[in-house]
């Protein structure tokens, strides 16, 4: 099939060719939540893993529980962050197009946070465009 305009921002997971895969990700027990340094980083380190191509990271510190919520915004679309670190948990969204490989997210997520239970969800968005 000849490649068309836009056509290089389409993946293909299992066979099904979609807009894009999105994690739904749930860090449980997780440590450094509050550290926004280490947020930075470890969204930064996300993105290298993943193949993607990082435009901007913002990240907010809120005073009352020292959570943080932010976004790395990405050429192949984003990755968002909303922890609370008085229940030792964050959750993540992963949305990534494109030849990326947003998985391998998991396991940077898991050190970084130093988590005892890491869930995952899976949505392939526009599935059959």
């Known amino acids: 099939m000849p490649e068309t ?7 293909v997971r299992d066979g ?10 749930d ?16 969204l930064r380190r996300c993105v290298e893993v993943a193949g993607a191509t990082l435009l901007h990271v913002h990240l907010h510190h809120f005073d009352e529980n ?4 932010g976004v790395a915004v990405l050429a192949e ?12 948990y ?6 990534m197009c494109g030849d990326t490989q947003p998985e ?4 940077v997520l898991r050190e970084a946070f130093s988590a005892s239970n890491v869930a995952v969800s899976e949505l392939l968005r526009g599935r059959g465009i």
């Open 5 to 11: 305009a836009g056509e290089e921002h389409v993946m």
């Open 16 to 25: 099904v060719r979609c807009a894009g895969a999105h994690l739904i990700v």
């Open 27 to 42: 860090v449980y027990g997780g440590e450094r939540l509050d550290d926004i340094d280490h947020i930075d980083a470890t």
């Open 66 to 69: 020292g959570g943080v919520s």
């Open 77 to 88: 679309s984003h990755i968002s962050i909303h922890s609370w670190p008085e229940h030792q």
């Open 90 to 95: 964050a959750a993540l969204d992963i949305f």
């Open 104 to 107: 391998a997210c998991v396991e």
